[in-house]
RNA sequence: GGAGAGAUGGCCGAGAGGUCGAAGGCGCUCCCCUGCUAAGGGAGUAAGCGGCUAAAACUGCUUCGAGGGUUCGAAUCCCUCUCUCUCCGCCA
């Protein structure tokens, strides 16, 4: 949710933001301003009415204390009470109407934000490690992972439907390392570790902006009021909602794993091999609350160290800084890292590091006191540390080797217990 | 799942239709007193939104878990919901 002063004060902003962003609205900014200055005009005639029947009231209780009659100004402040019934409704109409279209309205983008449409005009800000040369076909993960029989597809079709996998023995040994393998990186350079809910409610589906508009992308439980999380973002930032936290206490900087739920609807035709679009995946997430003036630094911070999971595991990547237009609705700013996927030999999301400024605060409630003066905002931010799943995909198919096996990486090898892989299990 | 109790300011806790935004305490801030030990005295201390300001001061409205209702008037009465706690049952 945006500053409303952003609609009275910085107009021109606003609008300037929605441009770039090449978000289309079914209602004019200019209409909405309006329906702002009607709203305060009728608040304000509210308010001077009830301020009248306060006076009444109080004038009341002294009659009645001195016994006297009062009939009169019950009768008058009666008549306030209807006018107010009347312009108090009228009042909760425009109110829903203007909160459903303030809603609507996405984060404004920072300043630096690169002018693009759309993804194909991301900006590539870095390259790190340069992709090996295999000197053999590299199979698809899917491919390795079902002939070393450390994943299975087509079981987890049966035991409950497309898009799921089993990992397999030393395969899923691979995914606790991975998981440890992060949590441990990141609670090593200061983050507090956090094991959340993996339901959460519909306020905080609100609080992070899953909700209302994009519904259509989330589990949700039939018989409870509860959603599937699909990212640990949603309990973690929601974990200060409706607080004021102190102001020494900042920036907090929390990292958790969650399994992860989407339902992933419009995307039938894509990644239909392997375990890269999953219902349920894994990811270790980073979020931080700041102070304001913090928030570009942290944004660089939280990127960089989740660029170090990948370094660490010596796998090429990319980062690349979205475009105005492929920006997400809650985000100011956005770095996207890429993975190498060495059978398709391109790159492959496999983290997103945001700014979401004070949208997500706004939102969900989320102030710091600062030493002197009132309550602001935090900003929030969050980036993943990785998608585990994606993460594995790129090991299986960067680190297999001519002879079909797969080798570990150095930094998992005492998570895993071995150095290669080769066929272990078979059912 | 069954039975009961509760939800009030940063925290504890009174309040039971009318000068209640809310006693008292703790904590915190400022001031005073005293050199002798974690003391004493005084003052202040919620938030949101609006008006007026250069900014304050000032001022109006709202807020006592949430929503609705009764009433001239609700923290107080009624209804619905949510959450917390205790006991029983079930259970990883």
Not at 114 to 135: H, I, L, M, T, W
Request: aromatic share 10%.
């Amino acid at each position: 949710m945006l500053d409303i002063k952003c609609l009275r004060e910085d107009f021109e902003i606003l609008e300037d933001s929605l441009k770039n962003r090449g978000a289309k609205l079914n209602f004019s900014l200019q209409d909405l301003k309006d329906l702002d200055q009607k709203l305060k005009n009728l608040r304000t005639e509210i308010s001077n009415l009830r301020e009248n029947q306060n006076k009444l009231s109080k004038e009341i209780s002294v009659l009645k204390r001195d016994k006297k009659d009062a009939t009169e100004l019950v009768e008058k402040s009666r008549n306030i009470g209807d006018e107010i019934s009347r312009l108090a409704e009228n009042e909760r109409g425009l109110d829903s109407q203007f909160k459903t279209l303030w809603y609507q309205l996405p984060n404004i983008l920072l300043p630096d934000v690169p002018f693009g449409a759309d993804e194909s005009q991301n900006v590539p800000v870095n390259y790190c490690g340069e992709p090996k040369d295999f000197g053999f076909e590299v199979m698809p993960h899917w491919d390795l992972g079902k002939k070393i029989g450390l994943l299975d597809i087509e079981r987890a079709g049966k035991v409950t439907g497309s898009r799921f996998s089993f990992h397999i023995g030393l395969g899923a040994r691979l995914v606790r390392a991975l998981l440890n393998f992060m949590m441990d990186t990141h609670r090593t350079d200061g983050f507090v570790e956090l094991w959340p809910p993996y339901l959460v409610n519909e306020a905080s589906m609100y609080g992070t902006g899953q909700l209302p508009k994009f519904r259509d992308e989330l589990f949700k439980c039939a018989d409870d009021p509860y959603f599937l999380i699909p990212t640990a973002e949603v309990p973690v930032t929601n974990f200060f909602r409706d607080e004021v936290l102190m102001d020494a206490s900042l920036p907090v900087r929390f990292c958790a794993y969650s399994a992860c739920f989407r339902r992933e609807a419009g995307s039938y035709g894509k990644d239909v091999r392997g375990i890269i679009r999953q219902h349920q995946f894994d990811k270790v997430e980073m979020v931080v609350f700041c102070r304001p003036e913090e928030s570009l630094n942290e944004l660089q911070f939280i990127t960089e160290q989740a660029q170090k999971i990948l370094k660490k595991l010596k796998l090429p990547y990319r980062v690349i800084e979205l475009c105005s237009g492929d920006l997400g609705f809650s985000s100011a700013k956005t770095y996207d890292i890429e993975v190498y996927m060495a059978s398709s030999k391109n790159y492959r999301e496999i983290s997103s590091c945001s700014n979401f400024t004070d949208f997500q605060a706004r939102r969900a409630n989320i102030r710091y006191k600062p030493k002197d003066g009132k309550s602001r905002y935090v900003h929030t931010l969050n980036g993943s540390g990785l998608a585990i799943g994606r993460t594995l995909a790129a090991i299986y198919e960067y680190y297999q080797d001519d002879e079909g096996y797969l080798n570990v990486p150095d930094v998992l090898i005492p998570y895993v217990g071995t150095e290669r892989i080769g066929l272990t299990t078979c059912f």
